[in-house]
T-cell receptor, first 116, second 114 residues
Framework: AQKITQTQPGMFVQEKEAVTLDCTYDTSDPSYGLFWYKQPSSGEMIFLIYQGSYDQQNATEGRYSLNFQKARKSANLVISASQLGDSAMYFCAMRLANQAGTALIFGKGTTLSVSS | DSGVTQTPKHLITATGQRVTLRCSPRSGDLSVYWYQQSLDQGLQFLIQYYNGEERAKGNILERFSAQQFPDLHSELNLSSLELGDSALYFC?????????????FGPGTRLTVL
């Protein structure tokens, strides 16, 4: 069965430092997409970054980059130069692109706390 | 602002009651997804509609139902509510083409069942 695992319930980082949030996935399908979402305390889900299973290069969006290691089935989120506003819950998710539905399967999330 | 709207923002009701949550997708998006976020189950996919038709089902209880109307807005109906149904319910939308990557989430409806 398809599964997303986030093993870090909480992470702590100081402002301006980089932080890596871990995500491993399990699927036997060759075509899939990996997503990271941010959920601040206000509750909304904010899309951060996407990586397709056939993408050759790691995805980057501003301060966010996705360290995609296909053989290890990992899709870690790297946030460079952390800011106080990065404090939030972060979810890794997977979409199975070759299914009729393209719903997302989410991990349990990692709470990131950024201190000054 | 994702462009996805959900009403109401908060809903407090009693066990045994029925409620309807409403979602308007982003302009032009054909797919609507409903997700439930609870402390014990995390974020779970409930159901997806594409252009008015049910496309996929996840862990949706039989007491729950949904539909998507011709104007593409969607409603999630929750009946015979139990305490355990208290959760944050998200609607998300996408263009519907699997090659289009993003799902845009609405602000959510927080349901409290007393």
């Amino acid at each position: 069965a398809q599964k997303i695992t986030q093993t870090q319930p909480g992470m702590f980082v100081q402002e301006k430092e980089a932080v890596t949030l871990d995500c491993t996935y399990d699927t036997s399908d060759p075509s899939y997409g990996l997503f990271w979402y941010k959920q601040p305390s206000s509750g909304e889900m904010i899309f951060l970054i996407y990586q397709g299973s056939y993408d050759q290069q790691n995805a980057t969006e501003g301060r966010y980059s996705l360290n995609f290691q296909k053989a290890r089935k990992s899709a870690n989120l790297v946030i460079s130069a952390s800011q106080l506003g990065d404090s939030a819950m972060y979810f890794c998710a997977m979409r199975l692109a070759n299914q009729a539905g393209t719903a997302l399967i989410f991990g349990k999330g990692t709470t990131l706390s950024v201190s000054s | 602002d994702s462009g996805v709207t959900q009403t109401p923002k908060h809903l407090i009701t009693a066990t045994g009651q029925r409620v309807t949550l409403r979602c308007s997708p982003r302009s032009g998006d054909l797919s609507v997804y409903w997700y439930q976020q609870s402390l014990d189950q995390g974020l779970q996919f409930l159901i997806q509609y594409y252009n008015g038709e049910e496309r996929a089902k996840g862990n949706i209880l039989e007491r729950f139902s949904a539909q998507q109307f011709p104007d593409l807005h969607s409603e999630l109906n929750l009946s015979s509510l139990e305490l355990g149904d208290s959760a944050l319910y998200f609607c998300a939308s996408s263009a519907g083409d699997p090659s289009y990557n993003e799902q845009f989430f609405g602000p959510g409806t927080r349901l409290t069942v007393l």
